[in-house]
């Protein structure tokens, strides 16, 4: 039976046979000592580095659903320092996009949805008395600019970075790649 992992990995056999990887080899520091963090859109995998002038090898990119920070303490921001005190990022750089899936998304529906795949109703009131709020894990933004505001305002407050870390905020056209300024780091 053919799936879509098999596929992969018979394709996967023959890029290293041909050593197809050799025009990819970096190191793991990023050449231009940035870190981005942008949304999962599927739009944006070749769009953004092509559109920021990136290169392999040339950025961290951490990608998640609306290029969000929710938490100053999970796993966004630990990537985020990690890049900057063990991987030699010297600038952050948060790029929402417009048409982004996380704009004005219902997590109500989203809960609904659980159900109707089959998670039992049990399993969300028990988190939900535990003291996860469910509809706060799930939500998004109004607005691209919004979120993309409230990310950099995260990423600069945060108790353990630096105050001279220059955090852009910035919207991409998930169409033609062009590049709005939201947060000049430079400036803040």
Same mark, same amino acid.
């Given at each position: 039976m053919i799936t879509r992992l098999s596929e992969i990995i018979e394709y996967n056999e023959i890029f290293v046979e041909k050593k197809s990887f050799e025009e990819f080899m970096?190191? /793991?520091?990023?050449d231009k000592r940035m870190v981005i963090l942008s949304c999962m859109d599927?739009?944006?995998v070749?769009?953004?580095p092509k559109a920021?002038?990136? /290169?392999?090898?040339d950025a961290k990119i951490i990608h998640?659903?609306?290029a969000i920070v929710t938490q100053p303490f999970g796993n966004i921001m630990r990537s985020i320092i990690v890049a900057v005190y063990a991987l030699q990022a010297e600038e952050v750089f948060v790029v929402g996009h417009h048409d982004c899936g996380m704009t004005g998304i219902n997590s109500e529906r989203i809960l609904d949805q659980m159900i109707e795949s089959g998670i039992e109703p049990d399993v969300i009131n028990t988190l939900t008395h535990s003291g996860i709020n469910l509809n706060r894990f799930l939500k998004g933004f109004d607005s691209v600019r919004e979120g993309v505001e409230t990310s950099v305002s995260i990423i600069n407050n945060h108790p353990l970075l630096?105050?001279?870390l220059p955090v852009h905020g910035l919207i991409i056209d998930p169409v033609t790649g062009k590049l709005e300024i939201v947060t000049n780091g430079y400036e803040d």
């Open positions: 970096t190191t /793991r520091y990023p599927t739009r944006l070749e769009l953004l920021m002038n990136l /290169r392999n090898g998640n659903a609306g630096p105050r001279s």
